[in-house]
């Protein structure tokens, strides 16, 4: 008997039996999940369902998770509206631009805050952490931004906001992680400092640069306030502003659209105008996701654990 016991494999000898109360927390907690999930999906779907479903179905409230009398028609009428595609491009071209200067500026300043031997270094890192605190206020920073010459220009879309101290400090407590001896290493070998940054530290930094070039996009990508404060073009105007101001005019949706060909385009319901202008504008960074989840977990816990 004692030779079958030995036998055993050591997972099973190992086996910690759950007791009656630890199975039904784990039931309810599945539960609990399983229902936030379906109230988290209940609006994305609901609002697919009204942009392929028909004028009278959107009109009249039939439709809540699943399309009624199927159709595209509202998707073509969005794609093919020219201050939805100018809107998409503006915001394309802040979400990749902003993204590759944030992330420049945030590695060119959390690299010199990772190093103890630096003169000031407390003193530097008391000025960040006081802006995330506190700021000059709207009017300052509006009066700031126009002395640049940086009102009504693509520029005041991004760079206000160009570092989040946040995310600096998860980069720099990453930095402090790595191991001293690469840098003494490449040190004798001649490299300078920022041949050591980008050669040495920044490969080995991939996947908290991932998780901070999302964040940075997905803030991009969703803010309009800059466009609100700075920007008067309608040229300039991100997707985000047009959505506000297409979701904020339901009456006039078709007039905020664009020019109406009205033998072909009165017969879109402004919900569903709204609905697939939204999807439209959802779906390229949900796309973003699958690529950058690997990363994202040890991204975050190892740039986050040391203080």
Known sequence: MAQNMLSRPAGKRGAIKESLGERIFTVCVY????LLGIATLFPFLNI???SLSSEAAVISGMVTLYPIDFQIGTYQWVLGNKQFLNSFKITVFITVVGTFCSLLMTVLSAYPLSKTYLSGRKSFLLIFIFTMLFNGGL???YLLMQKLGLVNTVWSLFVPGMISVFNMLIVKNYFEGLPDSLEESAKLDGASNVRIL???MLPLSMPVMATIG???AVTLWNS???ALVY???PALKPLQLYLKELIASTSEVMKLAGEIDINNDLNKAPEAVQAASIITATVPILCVYPFLQKHF???VLVGSVKG
Do not use: E, H, M, R
């Not at 539960?31 to 399983?34: C, D, R």
């Open 31 to 34: 539960i609990l999940f399983t």
């Open 48 to 50: 697919i369902a009204k």
């Open 139 to 141: 009017i300052p920073t």
């Open 198 to 200: 980008f050669s040495i």
């Open 214 to 216: 999302l964040f940075y």
């Open 224 to 226: 309009y306030f800059n």
């Open 231 to 233: 920007v008067t073009d």
């Open 297 to 299: 977990v040890k991204g």
